[in-house]
T-cell receptor, first 112, second 114 residues
């Protein structure tokens, strides 16, 4: 079964600073990778996904992620964060016809 | 607008009572899912269904039951056998299970057992 590890439970950052949220997955022949965002007391919204092709994936709200097969990583980045980016971020993966497996989430806290 | 509707948004129940959470989608998706979310635990899969009248247990199915009588609906019953039911419950759907299966989520239902 696929496993997903988000290395940081909480990441504090100042507004307009860059941020990286880390995600590692267990190796598989084929893997599909996702980042979701959750605002308080709401459902999850897809930020971006990697299915195949270019290893650099661009998503909504200025976020991007890079698929690194040799390091089994899919880290999420944004060059300059806003207060409104404060939310919880979930990395998820599946392979073949398995259900989606989620990491435990990283809380991004953006302060002025 | 197409989407997933969960109700109720907040629910309180006494110990020993069963409670049913509603999930309806108008996205014409085949697959539907129920996840449980606890602080610091991420999302854990309770049950999922790929087609009407069929469903499979997820990682934490004990104390829960589901039905899938219609494509649009996938209600979850939290039974009195669930030892720690207080949590945030999320329903999701996808056009097909597994491969490249992007999930679309409802707004969630927060259950509190008093």
């Amino acid at each position: 079964a696929q496993s997903v590890t988000q290395l940081d439970s909480q990441v504090p950052v100042f507004e307009e600073a860059p941020v990286e949220l880390r995600c590692n997955y267990s190796s598989s022949v084929s893997v599909y990778l996702f980042w979701y965002v959750q605002y308080p007391n709401q459902g999850l919204q897809l930020l971006l996904k990697y299915l195949s092709g270019s290893t650099l994936v661009k998503g909504i709200n200025g976020f991007e992620a890079e698929f690194n097969k040799s390091q089994t990583s899919f880290h999420l980045r944004k060059p300059s964060v806003h207060i409104s980016d404060t939310a919880e971020y979930f990395c998820a993966a599946n392979s073949g016809y398995s259900t989606l497996t989620f990491g435990k989430g990283t809380m991004l806290l953006v302060s002025p | 607008d197409g989407g997933i509707t969960q109700s109720p948004k907040y629910l309180f129940r006494k110990e020993g009572q069963n409670v049913t959470l509603s999930c309806e989608q108008n996205l014409n998706h085949d697959a539907m899912y129920w996840y449980r979310q606890d602080p610091g635990q991420g999302l854990r899969l309770i049950y999922y269904s790929q087609i009407v009248n069929d469903f499979q247990k997820g990682d934490i199915a004990e104390g829960y039951s589901v039905s899938r009588e219609k494509k649009e609906s996938f209600p979850l019953t939290v039974t009195s056998a669930q030892k720690n039911p207080t949590a945030f419950y999320l329903c999701a759907s996808s056009s097909r299970e597994g491969l490249a299966g992007e999930l679309f989520f409802g707004e969630g239902s927060r259950l509190t057992v008093l």
